[in-house]
Every structure is written in C-alpha cells, then in structure tokens.
C-alpha cells in the first residue's frame, strides 16, 4: 500500500523569506513523487515530480524539492516566498511496479503574509 | 491549446435529481479520473479509467456512475443514491505511463438545495 503525510495543515511565511512545505511518503517500491499547486475554485497545477536521478527537483515558479530516500520526505522549497504563492499545496506519489493509482496527500495551506 | 475542459463550473441540484459533469479532454491521454474534494478532505478517487470501454471504483464510487465510450470523454453522473453530493468534482487525465503528472480541470462545483 502507498499512503502520503502531510503534517502540516497551514504554513505561515512572510514575504521574502524561505518556506518548506513537507511530505513524507510510504510505498512498498520506488516512488514517483509529485507536488501540485490548488488556488480557489480552480483545479489543481502541476509544479514538479521525482522520477528518479538528483535528488534536487525544480519546478515551475522557482519550487524545488529534495527527495531524500531515508527519511522518505519530498520536501516542497522556495528560497523567497511571494505572497502570490498563497496556495494550497498536494504532495502524491505513485509507486513503481505498483499502482497506477496516485494517492495524494490531504493539501497544506500556504499563507504568505506581505 | 491542448487541456482538459470540465462542465459547468457551477450547478446547483434539488433532491432526488440526478446530475451529469462533463468532463473532456484533447491531450490523448489513456487514463481519465474522477475525484471528490471536500474541505479538509484532500482528493478521493471516485471513478478511475485507463481505457475506453473500461472504468474502475475508488474509494467512494457509491451513488456515482461513469462511462467511457470514447477515449476524450469521461462524464460522472452524481445519482439520487448519493446522500452527500455537494462537493467540488475534478477530473483527471494522464498518460499510460506511471511516471506522468496528471493534468486537472478547473472543476464543477455542486450544490444541493
């Protein structure tokens, strides 16, 4: 079975400075992790994915993630937030050999207070 | 421009009345999803489909219905049988690949009155 935690139900930053956005995962195989970006009333966007190789991922509007194998995370990064980054944030995975399934997380409201 | 195109955004539903969501999409993926968001909730799988003529339950596939006769449609229909149907519904689609990123529509939020 693949199951995703994200511990957070809101983060807090302020404008400008770094945020994180956490994940930890479960899968009986390798994973396949994805981050996607929620605004109000609107579907949900793609923003980055591990497949496999370096284990720094960038994605669209300066996100990045670092998979880190033992600790079984996928962090969701920003060097400096925006306050247009107010968002709710998904984190899924999807597990190699496995499911075809994607199982997401239950989302992290982001708040960036100017 | 290539996408996924959900119908209508917004509908409202007296009870007892079942509704059909629309969803279509141009990007010749092979497998199409129907999911249920609820505040708090995150994303339920309700119907999942990975090929034309073909369609599996999720996790809350009662008092829903799908069907998939071509490969660019994929609409649910909410029956009377759902005994809590106001959500927002987004559907799904990817590529036949484990590795792809689904692509989402920009919703269709229902409300029964």
């Known amino acids: 079975a693949q199951s995703v935690a994200q511990p957070e139900d809101q983060v807090n930053v302020a404008e400008g400075n770094p945020l994180t956005v956490k994940c930890t995962y479960s899968v009986s195989g390798n994973p396949y992790l994805f981050w996607y970006v929620q605004y109000p009333n609107r579907g949900l966007q793609f923003l980055l994915k591990y497949i496999t190789g370096d284990n720094l991922v960038k994605g669209s509007y300066g996100f990045e993630a670092e998979f880190n194998k033992s600790q079984t995370s996928f962090h969701l990064k920003k060097p400096s937030a925006l306050v247009s980054d107010s968002a709710l944030y998904f984190c899924a995975v999807r597990d190699l050999g496995g499911s075809y399934i994607p199982t997401f997380g239950r989302g992290t409201s982001l708040i960036v207070h100017p | 421009d290539g996408g996924i195109t959900q119908s209508p955004k917004y509908l409202f539903r007296k009870e007892g009345q079942n509704v059909t969501l629309s969803c279509e999409q141009n990007?010749?993926?092979?497998?199409m999803y129907w999911y249920r968001q609820d505040p708090g909730q995150g994303l339920r799988l309700i119907y999942y489909s990975q090929i034309v003529n073909d369609f599996q339950k999720g996790d809350i596939a009662e008092g829903y219905s799908v069907s998939r006769e071509k490969k660019e449609s994929f609409p649910l229909t909410v029956t009377s049988a759902q005994k809590n149907p106001t959500a927002f519904y987004l559907c799904a689609s990817t590529t036949g690949h484990n590795t792809g990123e689904l692509f989402f529509g920009e919703g269709s939020r229902l409300t029964v009155l």
């Open positions: 990007l010749n993926h092979d497998a």
